[in-house]
C-alpha cells in the first residue's frame, strides 16, 4: 500500500487532473458553503449528465428545485421511490420491469444531499475541497489508472449497466464507496451529457485523487 508521507502535496488537483486527462474533468461538492464564491444556480431544470457537461466550463449548483431527471433525482437522493423510476425506465427503454428493479439495487442512491456544486475552479479549490471529481476520458487512459493504483492495492470498479451512469453508477457510487468507478455510459447521457464516442465516465474520490496523482507516469496517458 501506498505510503501517505510520500505523497505529494498537490494544492490544486482539478489543474494536474486537466493536465493528464484534458478539460472535461469538474470537481464536486456536496452540500458546500459558497457565500464568498460566485457559483451559478440555475432556474432552467438540467438533468445532472447535462449539469456535469455544462460545469467543465463554469461552475453552477443543483438542488431538489432545479434537478429534473428522475433517474438522478433518485440517484442524489430527492426522489426515494425506485418502484417509478423503474417503471419509467422500462418503458422507455423496452427493457423488462424485473431486470431494471434489480439493477437499481446495486446502484446507491445517497441521502442528506441539499445541493451539489459542480465546477470547482482552481481558486475555490484552494479553500474549499472537492468531494470527488467527474471526468471524460479515453478508454486507454483507463487502463493507465486502472494499473497505477494497482501498485498501491486499489481497484477500480467498473459498471456493467447502462443505466443512471453519471449519476449513479459513478457519482453515487464513487460518494458511497469511495472507490474510482467507471461507467461506459447511458444512452440519456450520451446524448445530453456530452459524452463522445470514443470517451468512458469516471469518477475520483477526493482521498484517491493524491494517490493516483503520484502514481501517475504522464506518458502513459493518451492525449
Known sequence: MVHLSLLINFKNMIS???KLFGQKCTGIKINGDFKEFFINVPVKKMKFCEAVACSFG????????NTECPAARRSI????????LAEIISDRNDIPNQFVDETLKDIPKQTEIKNISLGITDYMEERIQPDLYIIYLQPANVTAVTHAL???GINVSISPYSLLSVCGNVFSKTLQNEEVTVSFGCPESRKTGGIHHDEVVMGIPQKITGI????LNPQDIYQ
Not at 493516483?212 to 502514481?215: C, D, K, P, R
Open 16 to 18: 494536474e487532473l486537466k
Open 58 to 65: 463554469l461552475p453552477l449548483q443543483l438542488n431538489n428545485k
Open 77 to 84: 437522493g430527492f426522489d426515494k421511490d425506485d418502484r417509478q
Open 150 to 152: 494497482a501498485k498501491h
Open 212 to 215: 493516483l496523482l503520484n502514481s
